[in-house]
């Protein structure tokens, strides 16, 4: 016998569907609601439950988060499976991260990362608190711009290295960028030189750079419904614990090579390790700050490597599209410094023109658009907006450099913009305010990569023309400025030529 009669059935049904229209109804008022809230910046009204999910920008996402902007205005807000992230596209960026810094400057929690792979220590997954700040104090002291003065002769050593090698070998050009970036990080957080294509502590530092980028932007399903830990067996664990199990040789094995030379060795002494660990009455200090510095060290070569890298091929597609600008450059080092020598860091102020297009190619490449998210500690009020305590905010740096309420035809690549402007001006535009990220987080190794950076651009220019490749017709291969998509604005291969400008080119780089 059937357990309903027809007529109940059809009653049961019909229960059912109104009972799901008015949950799905009341689903959607709630989030209507809660979206039209005039308390809340404006933004994409998203689903309900899921939110902006299908909102969340693609591969351009720096770019399409700046679209955003200029459909809702320079604070946009986002919803994510409950979690509230707003989108910084101007000023507010400044307002908030950088001025109220001590509301600004945790990090949204990365389960993956932090709580199964052993990486919770990784400077820019710290949570705010006095762990970081001590960290943050340390790594002030090191890298301040005093001090990484230091590394001058070692930044040029490298630097000159990579001159070589493009001279001898220029089709590999970004083989050469990440080779001389990876010896001057490792000769400034240990004072290791690498001497040998395939140095080990190299390989493990890019190992596990490669696995903790992938841990902490993986968007994995646990770092947005933390409750899954408990299911047993999900694939995402094994996967961290293979990682754990590496993190103290990833961790130590450079360091340890430090501390077996600190007592001999003068580039150990000089580097960042050094400058922090080594005291002048022979003391240790205590095993906590080894382990900061332990940390702080492995954090500087992951953060370091790929940016610098970034902006370096950056510059190199730039002077490929630009041959004019390169004249300019060159005619300003010819009259500064003549033929007759390779650029120092003693030059820099006597080349204007230089700076300028060191500074139109960070604002123009952006090489962390969308810098690292900071996450709000306690709610905050900014104009007629709550923004509500743990709300992801991300400072969408790449809008700010590419807004043309600051700089006319952004997309262009203009150095001439930043030359003649008042005092006001410059300190104003100047892209180094935001590239290098917001507040208490702001990027500690600024000072490094400025000169680092600087030096590699000012070496290239003194000794290549930078050209278009040509097929084997003669025929120009185009480059097209296209960029990778993810955290680093890495160029998407392209080909280009390194002429060496004069004969006297192959004397300075100490090839004959
Ligand atoms: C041109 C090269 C570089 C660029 C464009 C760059 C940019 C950035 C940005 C945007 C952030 C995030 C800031 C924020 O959260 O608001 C950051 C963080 C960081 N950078 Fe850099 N960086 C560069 C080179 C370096 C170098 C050479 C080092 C080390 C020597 C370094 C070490 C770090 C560290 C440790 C953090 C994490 C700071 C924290 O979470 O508190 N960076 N960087």
Known sequence: MAPFSVPEATQLAFTITK?????????????????QSKTRPPGPVG??????????P??????NIAALGDKYGDIVFLEVFGQPIVMLNSQAALDLLDKR???????????MAADFSGMADLTPIMHYGEKFQFGRRLMNQALSARAVSKWEGGIEQESHGMLRDIFRAPKDFVAHLNRMAGSIVMMSMYGHRVVEEDDPYVELAIEFMEASTTAITGRWVVDFFPFIKYIPGLAFKKQAEAWKARVPEWVDRAFDGFKANMATSNDAKNSLCGSLLIREDGSSVDPETENR?????????????????????????????????????QKELDSVIGRGRL???????????????????????????????????????????????????????????????LYKDAHLFLPSRFENLSKEDAKRLDPTNYVYGFGRRRCPGNHFAHFAVWFSMVGLLS??????????????????????????RHTKPFQCKFIPRHDRVPDLLGLN
Request: net charge negative; charged share 20%; proline share 5%.
């Open 19 to 35: 009972a799901a229209f008015t949950a799905t109804a009341l689903l959607w008022a709630v989030h209507f609601a809660r979206r």
């Open 293 to 329: 510095v332990k940390w702080i060290a492995t954090s500087g070569f992951g953060a370091g490597l790929d940016t610098m890298v970034a902006c370096l091929s950056q510059f190199i597609m730039a002077m490929a599209l630009h041959p004019e600008i390169q004249v300019n450059v």
């Open 463 to 488: 000794a290549f023309n930078i050209a278009h490749e040509v097929d084997e017709n003669g025929k120009k291969i185009e480059i097209k400025a296209e960029f990778e998509p993810g955290a680093i």
């Open 343 to 405: 650029p120092t860091f003693a030059d820099r102020e006597s080349l204007p023109y230089m700076e300028c297009v060191f500074k139109e190619c960070m604002r123009w490449g952006t090489p962390a658009p969308l810098s690292v998210p900071h996450r709000l500690i306690k709610t905050d009020v900014y104009g007629d907006y709550v923004l509500t305590e743990g709300t992801i905010c991300i400072g969408n740096i790449w809008g700010i450099l590419h807004d043309e309420r």
């Open 101 to 111: 810094g001590s509301l600004y400057s945790d990090r949204p929690h990365m389960a």
């Open 58 to 63: 693609g591969s351009r996402e720096a770019e």
């Open 47 to 56: 689903l309900p439950l899921v939110g902006n999910v299908f909102d969340l």
